[in-house]
């Protein structure tokens, strides 16, 4: 298709990232797979900053792009010559290079800030310059964290807020007298009861300083101060009433296909479910994360999951994490899925209901050791009422670390076919706890609810220990 959005990169030679020092080169080819992933009109050419003066192909992308980043430009003299052949990109902005000619966005440079009208205007609401020092400030602040998703949503940031809409980002649009007068009609005595509560003010605070669509802030305000009256505000202004008139839809790209088979037969609906449920039994989970990718979901430490059967064949699934909240102070958290079985064995539809607001997974077993030494597993999901679509995918293993040097072909394989590079996955922080208590004595919510039941075929882990 015709390109909606047009990128240049330009990559410093050998230039390094701080993502797990994974060079710059490698990172943006990947970005270029991932804007396509979001919309396969957004288009981005990589260039190194070897002999660009005669590269032809790069003079003519420059004269039809919409943005153009520098990235790790160690050279003045290269980042002057660049900019000086990129005066007719309307945006472009450098990242860990030597930059001295500023930064326009929008064509409109929003620094350096070099005269007293311009500091003027930049804080004066509606002007051009205003906007772009708050766009600058979402990118940068999202870039800082160094992480794959983070890279890729501020590139989006920039495609929405210059070039061309992005459907994903649709939420920072800014809200409407009509959505406040929803809330206060519909929710006043939620609103009050949260006001009245320090933590969900609290929690308020937190998200009211978070772009709409930044997951990894807002999250990390959910999981620090989540209390009855954060999820009674979410449930009203969001989830029933739709103040915001928010929207969002699981994202189908990549397709990512489950695993066909496990130990020389054909996967099963009830195999795979027994595969979920792993080492329950035998120890007091299913399974624990080694390493995820999303960065909002995966990072936290000693994620425990447990997989069980309910009544009339239901199946459940819940997680428990630690949290160190903004507080620094750190506390378990527990979520609780209802799961059923996709149409193709492996493949899973999850539903939660997480501090009011309701999230709808797809997930997929994409491999698995026949010795349930590791697994892979990959979600794709979205909070319609929030707008936020996600996805990400974690390594699991019974003890919590990272599989074997024998396996890392076969893992790196099952992150390739995720679309996911193997710097993209947070090795999670897994502490030598009891079964059920902490350093601290803090009781660990495991256990499952009476009536639960675990594995159809009992020998799948007696058969793996042996």
Known sequence: ??????????IGENAVSPLQETPWLEVMNHMVKRLRWTDASFEMLVFTDESLPENREFSSAVAKADILLGLGLGNPDTVSWINSASSSVPTRICFDSTDNSGTWLGGVKVLPLESPVDRLRSIVPGTKLAKGLKVLDLVT???????????????????????????????????????????????????????LDPSCRKALDCLTSCAP?????????????ETPTLEAISLCIL????????????????????????????????L??????????????????????????????????????GTKNSMWYDPVFQVETLEGELVWRRRHYRARRGEV?????FTVLDNGVVSKEFWRIVDCADDLSWGLFYYSGAATAA???????????????????QHSER??????????????????????????????????????????????HSSIVSSSRG
């Not at 394989?413 to 350093?439: F, H, P, Q, S």
């Open 1 to 10: 298709p015709t390109a909606a959005a047009k990128l240049v990169a330009v």
């Open 141 to 195: 602040n999202a870039w800082s964290r160094h992480s794959s998703d983070n890279v890729c949503f501020a590139l989006l940031v920039l495609i929405d807020s210059y070039v061309a809409p992005v459907p994903l980002l649709k939420n920072l649009r800014a809200t409407s007298l009509s959505q406040i007068q929803c809330m206060a009609k519909n929710c006043g005595k939620e609103i009050l009861a949260c006001l």
């Open 213 to 225: 669509n930044d997951q990894v802030c807002s999250y990390r305000c959910i999981v620090s101060y």
């Open 239 to 270: 989830q029933k009433n739709n103040c915001l008139g928010l929207s969002a839809e699981i994202q189908s790209q990549p397709v990512v296909k489950p695993l066909e088979k496990f130990r020389g037969q054909e996967l099963t609906h009830t």
């Open 272 to 309: 795979a479910e027994d595969i979920f449920i792993g080492w329950l039994g035998t120890l007091k989970w299913s399974w624990r994360v080694a390493a995820g990718q999303n960065a909002a979901y995966d990072h936290f430490a000693n994620q425990i999951q447990l997989y069980y059967r």
């Open 345 to 349: 064995p492996g493949t899973f539809y």
């Open 387 to 405: 707008g936020q679509s996600y996805s990400g995918a974690v390594l699991v293993s019974p003890d919590g670390m990272w599989p074997g040097e």
């Open 411 to 456: 893992v790196n394989a099952a992150l390739g076919r995720c679309g996911i590079k193997l710097w993209e996955m947070y090795t999670v922080t897994n502490n030598r706890y009891g079964d059920e208590d902490d350093e601290s004595g803090e009781e660990i919510p495991l256990g499952l609810p009476e009536g639960s039941k675990l594995h159809h």
